[in-house]
């Protein structure tokens, strides 16, 4: 039923041996920075990102990295310098990394043609020019005369259409390949989509409905369950006919959205297998120390929001997700940064630990849900951490990611 592509028809970096070659490798170091500290806070995307650097360097190649950081826009700016990342890398890897002020021109090739087998240059920001995201193909061109071999470690960006992504590949014919990390979360995803032992749950909450309810429309035809939290919920719940008082509601949520809501409204309503929580912790104001009270998420009072899952609503779910063999979350079902609206979604990642426990496979994506499992310092106890929220979710829609697809064409 699924169009994701399956992962022994994509080439890895096991299919190459790297030795004189220069490999160009897409990673995603896009790490977060406390920019007072001038600290890396979570190295976790440079740590994934090892395993395939060492198969590359142990077959005596050269490395090029690229990667992005930040939002610069296309402008050179200092604090979304790569640069930040050498010291950490060097450390990692145990050997010394080399640092190229520009990712193209002329010192950077000559740094490139200096390089001997077993060596590192990592390139600054491709953001800082604006056809990076803009998918330029001269700009790609330039990148991609730098090396011989392609390799895609990314999976976070490979939903994008950038010119690191899904341009650089097409100049490289059958020398491109994906990264080892990024086998894995191809594989990850395989074990839901299709493939998942069923009852299959997945968990959508957060607050940004509007790159999620598509998702939505596709998950139906495989999900058992779907449950809906955090203020994902409302506008669903508001089309119900229920009073949400002045609960989250993206903005700008146009005609188009509303018919898709309705539409995936009627179609569960067959499938019977959507779920909205039932009672909520409402607040009078947004703030951690607001008034709160419980109550049906379906009458909201006017002027209060709601800001977490109570305890029915928590038990309700709680049961689904123990009951499930396999589990997928993406986005927290309360604003758990506010620890008086925490419970719901620091009992969710607990009851996806023990459902984990008792032998079903859990995948959970995207920064913040990840930062909740590690509130609850149970990061360690899921099936599998994805890199990438944006890009896992996208691959639940019947699509072949665009830097995967970038590969295999
Ligand atoms: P997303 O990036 O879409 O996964 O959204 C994550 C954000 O959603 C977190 O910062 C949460 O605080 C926020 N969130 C979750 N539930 C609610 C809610 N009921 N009202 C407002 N924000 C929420």
New binding site residues.
Partial sequence: MYDMIKINQIKTVNDFNFKDKIAIVRVDFNVPINHFSHKIIDDTRIQYSIPTIQKIISDHGKIVLISHLGRPKGKHCKRDSLKIIVPLLSKILQIPIKFSEDCIGENVKKNVFELKNKEILLLENLRFYKEEEEGNKNFAFKLASLGNIYVNEAFSVSHRSHASISVIPKFFGNKKCIGLLMKKEIQCLEKILGKGRKPITILL????IS?KINIIEHIIHFADHILIG??MA?PFIKMQGGNIGK??IEKDQNEKTKKILKNILNKCKKKKNLFFPKDVVIADSFNNHANKKIVSIHSIPNGW????IAPNSIKYFCDIINQSNTIFW????????FSNFSLGTRSIAKAIVNATKKGAFSLIG?G??IASLKMEKCEKKISYLSTG?GAMLESLKNETLTGIKAIIS
């Avoid at 909450?205 to 940004?208: C, D, P, R, T, Y």
């Avoid at 929001?305 to 977490?308: I, K, N, S």
């Fill in positions: 909450g957060g607050a940004k790159s955090g203020g409302y609960s989250m929001m709601g800001l977490d993406n986005g927290p079902v309360g604003v758990f940064e995207g913040d849900t929220g």
